[in-house]
């Protein structure tokens, strides 16, 4: 039987995520908005005397330190700039923290909502890890194939009289 390489899954698996799930796109929304937002601070603090955040990079940086909570970026010094800041750290996280619960959710959820095809290139997938199965697990199989089986059946009947 042949076997699924590593690699081969998580190509499937980024796969997967990148067209079924909101990540790409949050991920472009939260880099557009990081970019916006530095640069609000750093017009606001350009020309503040005192500022630590004086060049476009130096807010760049500020913005990845601030929005990641490590606590490293220094605290801008006007009012308008920690406004600005401030929104970006809230709308940021709470848009990245979002962006991974509903791309969790939706990942694990997909397998309900997936088309007949999908769902037999799952079981062809499943039918390769056969050798992994404790003879319990085999059995309880054997019993589920059984009652499958079963149920086709009687649905070739239904369809033979209908």
């Known amino acids: 039987m042949r076997t699924a390489k590593p ?3 998580l190509r499937r698996f980024i796969r997967d ?3 079924h799930t909101p990540f790409a796109k949050m991920v472009v929304l939260l880099t557009v908005l990081w970019l916006i937002f530095s640069a609000g601070v750093y017009l606001a603090e350009r020309s503040t005397v005192g ?3 004086v060049t476009y990079g130096e807010a760049l940086y500020w913005g990845v330190a601030a929005f990641s909570t490590a606590g490293i970026a220094d605290a ?3 009012g308008t700039a920690q406004l600005v800041g401030g929104l970006w750290i809230v709308i940021g996280s709470v848009l990245f923290f979002g962006t991974i619960v509903a791309t969790v959710t939706t990942y694990f959820m997909r397998p309900m909502q997936r088309p007949h095809k999908k ?3 799952t079981i062809e997938y499943n039918l390769e890890q ?3 199965l404790s003879l319990e697990e085999l059995d309880l199989l054997r019993e589920t194939v059984d009652t499958l089986i079963v149920h086709v059946e009687r649905l070739k009947e239904k369809q033979s009289k209908g």
């Open 76 to 78: 801008p010094a006007s």
């Open 7 to 9: 690699h081969t899954r």
């Open 17 to 19: 995520v990148v067209a």
């Open 130 to 132: 056969l050798n992994d």
């Open 119 to 121: 769902i037999i290139d």
């Open 51 to 53: 500022a630590s955040i």
